[in-house]
């Protein structure tokens, strides 16, 4: 009995002794989030809102530069006059009134012939659509020309009217079909054009409404290149609000009518007529080289305009 008693005081104290092990308090993994703040480093709100605006001021400083920088270059390309030899001749000698609106990428030629009332839109998107961005694939494409883009991509001529000008720009030229037939009767050039008027250019799209009181609408859409028009489409309306539709009801309208079959599917003698029918009105060789050219000066207008815009407001 003895030994029982004695089994039985011992034992509590065993047990306390596991007990106060076992609520023992551990050191915690997790720190109080005051604590943690407390011993995080700070940067001073002055030393942080500086460092960031003196980042913002230097990168708008270069900004600023490389727009300026862009626009001597581009200043540097410009003819010396504002507009070359070949635009100003066509513009004191044509019949047709031009129509530009600083800002605008569509310029209108006007004018009546007759009782008609004619219209040709063209547009400076025709030139950026052309910059070519594929492979070149004319082995003759790398005969120095690659190399010479190349020089002035790295020697910071990579510039729009750098592009524009030269042969890169033909690399997307669209070649009329063997079939189709040449524009009737070309008249030669006169001495007045330069030699390089005749050479290779970009196609440019022209949007041709003739108009006659009471008896509707021609909508031709053509390209000029080379001195030549290259008719695609021919469409009657039978009144003229249905050529160039201001409403959806008209657009639906319009779509609705039977307006000609395509122009490279009518007689070959009629396909000629037709375009001896455009040359009388004044739309032909002159207007075909042109076209190119005053879409290439008023790009180059308007892209130094767009520098100096972007760098007055970025300044």
């Known amino acids: 009995m003895l030994g029982l008693r004695n089994i039985a005081r011992a034992a509590p104290r065993s047990v306390a002794r596991l007990s106060s092990k076992a609520i023992r308090p551990q050191p915690s993994l997790f720190r109080p989030v005051a604590a943690w703040a407390q011993s995080a480093p700070r940067l001073t709100a002055s030393f942080h809102l500086s460092a960031i605006r003196r980042q913002e001021s230097d990168v708008k400083e270069e900004l600023v530069a490389k727009l300026q920088n862009e626009i001597t270059m581009e200043e540097d390309l410009k003819e010396d006059e504002d507009l070359s030899t070949n635009i100003k001749e066509y513009l004191e000698n044509s019949p047709y009134e031009l129509e530009d609106k600083p800002g605008h990428q569509e310029v209108t030629l006007t004018r009546t012939f007759g009782d008609e009332k004619i219209?040709?839109?063209?547009?400076?998107?025709?030139?950026?659509?052309?910059?070519?961005?594929?492979?070149?694939?004319?082995?003759?494409?790398?005969?120095?020309?690659?190399?010479?883009?190349?020089?002035?991509?790295?020697?910071?001529?990579?510039?729009?009217?750098?592009?524009?000008?030269?042969?890169?720009?033909?690399?997307?030229?669209?070649?009329?079909?063997?079939?189709?037939?040449?524009?009737?009767?070309?008249?030669?050039?006169?001495?007045?054009?330069?030699?390089?008027?005749?050479?290779?250019?970009?196609?440019?799209?022209?949007n041709i409404r003739i108009e006659r009181p009471?008896?509707?609408?021609?909508?031709?859409?053509?390209?000029?290149?080379?001195?030549?028009?290259?008719?695609?489409?021919?469409?009657?309306?039978?009144?003229?609000?249905?050529?160039?539709?201001?409403?959806a009801e008209k657009d639906w309208a319009r779509r609705t009518l039977y307006t000609g079959p395509p122009f490279n599917n009518l007689d070959e003698d009629l396909q000629v007529l037709l375009e001896k029918y455009l040359e009388e009105r004044g739309i032909n060789t002159r207007m075909a080289l042109f076209i190119p050219d005053y879409i290439d000066h008023k790009e180059q207008k308007e892209y130094i305009q767009w520098l100096e815009n972007v760098k007055k407001f970025v300044e």
Do not use: C
């Not at 008719?231 to 039978?238: A, K, N, Q």
């Open 119 to 206: 219209r040709i839109t063209f547009s400076t998107a025709d030139l950026n659509n052309n910059v070519p961005n594929e492979d070149l694939n004319d082995s003759a494409m790398y005969d120095g020309e690659v190399d010479d883009i190349i020089d002035g991509q790295s020697g910071g001529a990579s510039t729009k009217g750098a592009i524009n000008q030269g042969n890169t720009r033909d690399g997307n030229v669209r070649v009329a079909p063997e079939d189709r037939i040449a524009p009737a009767d070309r008249e030669e050039l006169d001495d007045e054009f330069d030699e390089d008027a005749g050479q290779q250019g970009f196609p440019a799209h022209a």
């Open 214 to 247: 009471g008896k509707g609408a021609l909508a031709i859409d053509a390209t000029a290149q080379d001195g030549d028009f290259l008719i695609e489409d021919l469409w009657y309306f039978p009144t003229a609000d249905l050529a160039d539709p201001a409403t």
